[in-house]
């Protein structure tokens, strides 16, 4: 009789680097390789700091993605909780011990890297929820009990990191979780009252948001009304896209962002960056790797047997998109500016071990495919 678990247990190590789903190995790195030019780049065609560590943090974390995706699938369920529960008191000691930085509290110091938790919950979220429905029957997961511990699970990281401050990591975080509860058959009634809940509770929400926080909103919905001051990055990132054209400046060309007019370059606007020196013909191909890492963690989510390793890759694969489509959204003026990290590219090592672990797990997913969750 078939037996998955026996099979999966002799599998040796090359038939896992058989397993492996090459497609998207070679997608992360082209991405990474791409993200390393970038970099160079913003360094103004030199081997500073920022081009330095980024190399070496995506060497590192690659590495770091290879060896996840040969730990078995049945260890990433047993643990997530436990995963969760680590992430989560990272999160707390940001609170009492954390480092500030530009107004906001939201790094340890481990002396090897500043780690940013609140990047590690967004994987921490999901695997948690992953498990949690993997073990509820669709009957029952509109019940108000089974409701009860994922809005707990959800909201009160959401609300630490909201007090660091960091709106928009919270925002992302939140999604996550969302997405996760979505695909796991919650009803859209629920996601309607809180939606309602959420718009009635919204002006008492925007009285405690920081200046700068409202000033970024206000400047989302006119940016010209102050071009020197609140708009100005928004409006630098709209000129530096538009002056890339079809086939952009050319590398270490790019004008606006050698002359300093393009803030924060190495961070949340390497997109645009690379939009003026590349244009929309190069910033096609940075889609197309998105499009590409999205749809393969779908189907490995479509050919692993583990109801946990379909919700996870599903929802994974669903948050990954929409940290794309909100980077891009904020740089190109159709979102307002959150602090959100473009993956993979964007300079930060937390954000880039967070992707890095994501992924991995969805290639384990892969490469113990047939491998039976309890």
């Known amino acids: 009789m078939f037996q998955p678990r026996s099979i999966q247990s002799s599998l040796t190590f090359r038939d896992k680097l058989i397993s492996i789903d090459y497609i998207l190995v070679f997608s992360i ?33 690659f590495l770091m993605f290879f060896i996840i995706s040969f730990v078995q699938i049945r260890l990433w369920h047993s643990t ?22 530009s107004g906001s509290k939201r790094w340890l110091n481990f002396y090897f890297m500043n780690l940013q938790p609140s990047e590690l919950m967004k994987v921490g979220l999901i695997l948690f929820l992953a ?6 029957s669709l009957e029952n997961v509109n019940k108000i009990k089974f409701l009860f511990l994922p809005i707990v699970a959800l909201v009160s990281p959401v609300l630490l990191v909201i007090m660091q401050p960091d709106l928009g990591t919270s925002i992302l975080i939140g999604a996550g979780g969302i997405i996760v509860a979505w695909l796991a058959g919650v ?26 926080q409202k000033s970024r ?10 071009p020197l001051g609140a708009g100005y990055q928004i409006i630098q990132s709209k000129i530096a896209i538009g002056s890339g ?57 479509n050919i692993t047997r583990s109801n946990f390793g379909k919700l996870y890759c599903y929802s994974f ?11 891009m959204g904020m740089v190109l003026g159709l979102l307002p ?23 991995g797990i969805a290639m384990s997913c892969k490469v113990y495919k047939d491998t039976p969750v309890n």
């Open 317 to 327: 694969a669903s948050a990954f998109f929409v940290y794309v489509v909100v980077n």
């Open 80 to 101: 997530s909780y436990l995963i969760y529960l680590i992430f989560f008191i990272l999160l707390i000691g940001v609170k009492y011990f954390g480092l500030t930085s």
């Open 217 to 226: 909103i206000l400047t989302f919905l006119n940016p010209e009304k102050d």
């Open 29 to 61: 790195l082209i991405l990474g390789i791409i993200s390393m030019f970038a970099m160079y780049s913003t360094d103004g065609g030199e081997f500073k700091y920022h081009t330095k560590s980024h190399i070496l943090r995506f060497c590192i974390f």
């Open 187 to 212: 009803r859209p009634k629920f996601f309607i009252y809180a939606s309602l809940l959420f718009i009635s509770f919204l002006p008492v929400a925007i009285s405690f948001l920081k200046p700068y």
């Open 245 to 301: 054209g079809l086939f952009g400046k050319g590398f270490l060309n790019g004008s606006q962002s050698y002359l300093d007019y393009l803030p924060e370059k190495h961070t949340d606007f390497i997109f645009t960056l690379f939009s003026e020196e590349f244009g929309f013909f190069g910033s096609l191909i940075i889609l197309i790797l998105y499009g590409i890492i999205v749809s393969r963690i779908v189907k490995i989510g």
């Open 337 to 359: 500016i959150v602090g959100s990290p473009l993956p993979i590219m964007s300079y930060g090592g937390s954000s880039m071990m967070a992707i890095m672990l994501g992924l």
């Open 131 to 136: 498990k949690y429905y993997h073990r509820v």
